[in-house]
């Protein structure tokens, strides 16, 4: 997942904001009366005349659009009650359309109707946290930290909850993305009240203003993110009394070019050398580089990615230092150099496993065949190919005969080393049995699929993830 997109959905707070001062605007004639032109639809939805919505309401429903005609409507009524200033004066009720086609994936709709909640009220942090999301899908890095810094400016402090919830969590979250952590598939709604918290925006003294939570969990699965909040986390985690999963100081040894100390010795286990590279000025010395990557024993060919990406954004394969020195002149940031290994199985295909670690235990989540080196599942063509879910299923149904037992036994191992509460490993199994691992940290995602999909076998399994995590909980609160 990139940046916003990815907090969006299993990171960032979409809870409601409560009601803030409201923008005055100017009365307005709330008879229905037909446009004199043609209506830019597009444009019309950020228009302050509760007409021009109920005229938009009666063309959609016109056009079969019912959903578009409701919006409308709530739209058309909310402008009524600010014309008139009366006491049901709220946005609550547009923000919902305006995320309704947010999670549809029509941003540019989703974008006007938030445009129009803030012209109402613009102190409505979830409309800024979501138009910094579709400012920043659309390349406007900018525009999109404007709205982050609004957003967050207005508001840290999120909270979820449903009639019957039984747990109160706190998530550690920053506004500016934290790697694939998938809280909102281990902690459902239904059972969880969740209490969201930006801690980068938050002042340390906010942290004592907090509601009542039973139990925390440090979301800020990426080191390379929670990197600059190390003191930060520090002083949250040395002042709260109750049971916190995934400390800081699990996250911080799971940086890729630490990764490799940090399994070291353990039986059956390989990796790849990996250096930072955070020399950004210009007229690098070519000597100094190739100095720099012999110290860590990286050879040609190498990877070549971002610090802090995922998914294979910005991931590179240079083969020589010339090809590496451009790549790095053209580069802002700091970049994670990997020596490549060649995994490429007897069979032409390269193979990704995926385990997720629930409190240290091993559970398995999916494998990728790919014809490609880079193995994601996106683009591995899984779900054309019986074969390859056939065997993942073998995977996954019984990982220690599909893996056999010097492996699970090397995994079960990583999986104590890493001692996270929740994480997991991307790795391959190479020729003699032993385990390549490509990386192992927080950040490892996992979700349900539709129930009427090609991929639906995968959902008992997330079930057994998410499930163990509702047992760790329940042990964790419990021993309170």
């Not at 001062?21 to 228009?47: F, V, W, Y």
């Not at 190390?230 to 630490?258: D, G, M, Y």
């Amino acid at each position: 997942m990139s940046g916003d997109a990815a907090m969006l959905q299993n990171q960032h707070l979409m809870e409601r904001p409560d009601a803030h001062g409201h923008a005055m605007i100017q009365e307005s004639d709330t008879t229905p009366k037909p446009p004199s032109a043609p209506i830019d639809r597009l444009s019309a939805i950020a228009s302050t005349d509760p007409s021009v919505h109920r005229a938009l309401a009666d063309t959609s429903r016109q056009a079969g659009d019912e959903l578009g005609a409701l919006a409308h409507l709530i739209a058309a009524h909310t402008l009524d009650a600010y014309a008139t200033s009366t006491p049901d004066a709220r946005t609550n009720s547009l923000c919902d359309v305006a995320t309704g086609y947010f999670m549809k994936g029509d941003h540019a709709v989703a974008a006007r109707w938030y445009a129009l909640v803030l012209t109402l009220d613009p102190d409505v942090a979830v409309a800024c946290q979501n138009l910094a999301a579709i400012h920043a899908g659309e390349g406007n890095d900018a525009l999109a930290e404007i709205y982050r810094e609004r957003a967050y400016g207005i508001q840290r402090v999120f909270v979820e909850e449903t009639a019957g919830w039984t747990r109160s969590v706190l998530i550690l979250c920053t506004g500016k993305g934290t790697g694939n952590v998938p809280f909102d598939a281990l902690l459902p709604g239904g059972r969880n009240r969740r209490i969201k918290y930006a801690i980068d925006y938050a002042a340390g003294d906010e942290d004592a203003q907090l509601p009542a939570f039973d139990l925390v969990f440090n979301a800020i699965g990426d080191p390379d993110i929670a990197a600059p909040l190390e003191s930060r986390l520090a002083c949250f985690e040395a002042q709260c009394s109750r049971p916190l999963l995934n400390p800081n100081s699990a996250i911080t040894p799971t940086s890729r070019h630490k990764l490799p100390a940090l399994l070291d010795g353990i039986d059956d286990v390989q990796t790849a050398p990996c250096v930072r590279y955070d020399d950004q000025s210009e007229g690098q010395d070519v000597g100094a580089l190739a100095s720099l990557l012999a110290d860590h024993g990286v050879k040609f060919p190498l990877l070549v990615r971002p610090v802090a990406a995922h998914g294979g954004d910005g991931l590179v394969l240079c083969d020589t230092i010339e090809a590496l020195e451009s790549r790095l002149s053209t580069e802002e940031g700091p970049q994670y150099l990997t020596a490549f290994r060649d995994c490429q199985s007897a069979d032409g295909f390269y193979r990704k496993y995926r385990v997720i670690y629930v409190d240290r235990q091993p559970l398995p989540y999916h494998l990728v065949i790919s014809p490609h080196w880079i193995a994601h599942y996106f683009s591995a063509e899984m779900e054309g190919h019986a074969w390859k879910l056939n065997e993942e299923r073998r995977f996954l149904q019984d990982p220690r005969t599909a893996l056999g037992e010097r492996a699970m036994d090397a995994i079960a191992a990583i999986g104590q080393r890493l001692d996270l509460d929740y994480g997991g490993i991307d790795f391959t199994l190479l020729p003699d049995g032993q385990v390549f691992v490509f990386e192992a940290n927080a950040t490892m995602l996992a979700h349900y699929e539709r129930d009427s999909g090609v991929l639906a076998h995968k959902n008992q399994h997330v079930q057994h993830i998410v499930d163990a995590f509702e047992h760790m909980l329940t042990r964790r609160t419990a021993a309170e």
